[in-house]
DNA sequence: GCGCGGAGTGTAAGCGCTTGCAGTCGCTTC
DNA sequence: GAAGCGACTGCAAGCGCTTACACTCCGCGC
């Protein structure tokens, strides 16, 4: 073996003793100068980094957490990897959380087993991570208290666990945006897609459903149950729930709880020959990328801010040292906004204009 | 304070030193028994396994990365999370690093400048994983082989560095199954939607274009450069491609390098009152979960099953002992499979027929 | 009957940091 | 002018594992 082999000269890593020497100063200092503890005086201060910058000098991680006993990680549980509403919302955790120096580990809780494996105290995830967001898993509750006991900070969103900070869509409010658009437009025979559970078990359907139905019932309006059809909240589901309403006296607009939901309900209007915003109106939840490719009336959220807000919120409570005491005031993270955005798959009853069509506009 | 306080009682945690006093074994014998190493007799792994158990001990990954140098941590670093192709990948990776017991780091690389601080030999990637997956990243070759001097393992999707693990779609058989189809069909004016590069850049573009081009020429047919209009991978470089593409002298069948593309595609479509397999021709490419909806004929690769092969290669290699020595085989990744997927988006040339709606058939 | 080899186990030295505690030193404070 | 006090810095003890090496048996071969 000649020695210009390409994998020759691993270059011998830097550790802390190495900077200490240069810098002439012990370890220790160099570890308060470094992290910008106090009592390290200026000009030491300088020198060290000065130091540990031209080494190239940067802390192995895993000896950090051994010693700390902090991780400088954070884990976000998602249902489905996959999906738009989740990888956007971890797209937005990671952006915080990488910001600030933390590692951002994934899971995906997509089958049953993985949520149990993960509550089952032997995950250890209070040793993998500082903090924790849990991403719609109301049945991850026990989850979320064997890590608070074991001092991991917890945040979620999509739902609340105690009094920890939650980034929460005012869902009811939701539903009675959705129900008032309608309502507006004249229409008074209503129907709902997404109202039941996922095997991941949503609260979102129900709290939108319940502000839909106040809202109707403002316009003394009533959804009659077999109006109110479950189905996921993805595409295929909102296919077949639109489906199902359109079977037997079929409403007049559709309030899908997502937007891949209402994208199903409008393709299931499309093969009948009906006409979104014409024949049925629907109108969905989310803003997706594609929404407005099919002209399709949604309420916007921003979900990427809803994972960054959670993991501010987090980051908050990791780094807040009454959170070890046990008396820290609960991190409120902030609350989503939403709005509607009218597009044509939404219109006046009775509003059959020929010059209406599924054409888009771009914003 | 009383001693019922819900804070009370973190339970200890324990620790190896816990076992080895229950099972009368030292600590040496409960970390090999635990771990499968050789030289155990079966009654001691036993009743070391049984105790381990029984008290729910896990070792500390901070510890026994530190002891071990080993950090049984993966980093998925992609693009940009939140988008549908990626996720998926990083689905993939993560269902199958998880199984085998490996953490999942997960790094957004949205913006130019992260990674440009990901190759910065700073950010010591390899202190903190054993292997990397790198996603369409052809820009962080040189991370890559910064890496694998650091003995982390390295495999890719979408592009290739070196001879390490890379799962590749075949980009011109792609190309040219695509123009194939169209060309099938009739169709001689053809255009071309993607061709050019983020700022994140792409190398599949020009490998799909090329079979495209090559397959055309078997027909006699040429793509005047006109009609080959990039713009990015996402929905809005697809509508404004397409835009261009009509503006003068229009193709009757497109090929957009994605289905998101092809969305876009369609919608400037229907917009002009085109119908898509009627007026115009689009052959996308994913097989997006929106494609049926929308009618779209693409060409289908399994994307999670794309991240998944490129962690299955990592963790071979990681593995693989020889890596270590630096002359390890090239483990080789399987190579992802494709299929036509034809809906009617496209459709025969001068195929105009009053029948022919845009609706959709679910599978 | 003695030496040997291998299987099984224990000892102890780290892995590379963090941090409580104990100085050291130069100034105030009475 | 002695005691006290802060501001800095260093010492050294871990953090909880892994693993090289040493050791103890026990069965076997000659």
């Known amino acids: 073996m000649s020695t210009d ?30 992290r910008g503890l106090p009592n390290v005086a200026a000009s030491t201060r300088r020198r060290v980094v000065d130091v540990a910058e031209q080494l190239g000098y940067q802390p192995d991680p895993a000896a950090a957490r051994l010693a700390a006993g902090r991780t400088n990680t954070v884990i976000a549980i998602v249902p489905h990897l ?9 797209a937005g955790i990671e952006a915080v959380c990488t910001q600030a120096g933390y590692d951002v580990l994934v899971i995906g809780a997509d089958e ?9 105290e032997r995950a250890q995830l209070d040793r993998r991570a500082d903090g924790v967001v849990l991403v719609d898993l109301p049945v991850a509750s026990e989850l979320a208290e064997s890590l608070v006991r074991r001092r991991v900070a917890v945040a979620t969103v999509g739902w609340r666990v105690g ?33 039941d559970l996922d095997p991941i078990a949503f609260e979102v359907p129900e709290r939108r459903l319940r502000g839909f139905r106040e809202q109707c019932q403002r316009y003394g309006v009533d959804v009659a149950a077999e109006r109110i059809v479950g189905g996921g909240f993805r595409l295929d589901g909102g296919y077949a729930a639109m489906a199902v309403l359109l079977e037997h006296d079929p409403p007049t607009a559709v309030f899908a709880m997502s ?3 209402a994208f ?29 490719v099919v002209e399709l009336t949604t309420i916007r959220q921003n979900v990427v801010d809803n994972g960054a807000a959670a ?11 009454r959170t070890t005491t046990g008396d820290a005031e609960p991190a409120e993270a902030e609350t989503p906004t939403f709005s509607l955005v ?11 204009r020929a010059d209406r069509t599924l054409s888009s506009r771009l914003p």
Chains 1, 2 share one sequence.
């Open 5 to 34: 082999d390409t994998n020759g000269e691993a270059p011998r890593r830097v550790r802390i003793e190495d900077v200490a020497a240069q810098a002439d100063v012990s370890v220790a200092t160099v570890s308060r100068a470094l």
């Open 82 to 90: 996959g999906s738009w509403y989740f990888s956007n919302v971890v």
């Open 112 to 120: 049953p087993s993985r949520v149990d494996r993960l509550i089952d």
């Open 163 to 195: 009094d920890h900070p939650a980034v929460v869509l005012d869902d009811p409010a939701v539903g009675a945006l959705a129900a008032e658009h309608l309502l507006h437009f004249g229409h008074r025979d209503l129907g709902v897609i997404g109202g």
């Open 259 to 261: 937007d891949e939901m």
């Open 264 to 292: 199903g309900a409008l393709m299931a209007l499309q093969e009948r020959g009906l006409t979104p915003g014409v024949d049925v109106s629907v109108i969905g939840v989310d803003d997706h990328e594609f929404a407005h």
């Open 311 to 321: 993991a501010r919120a987090l980051l908050a409570a990791i780094q807040d040292p």
């Open 342 to 352: 009218a597009r044509s798959s939404t219109g006046p009853l009775n509003g059959h």
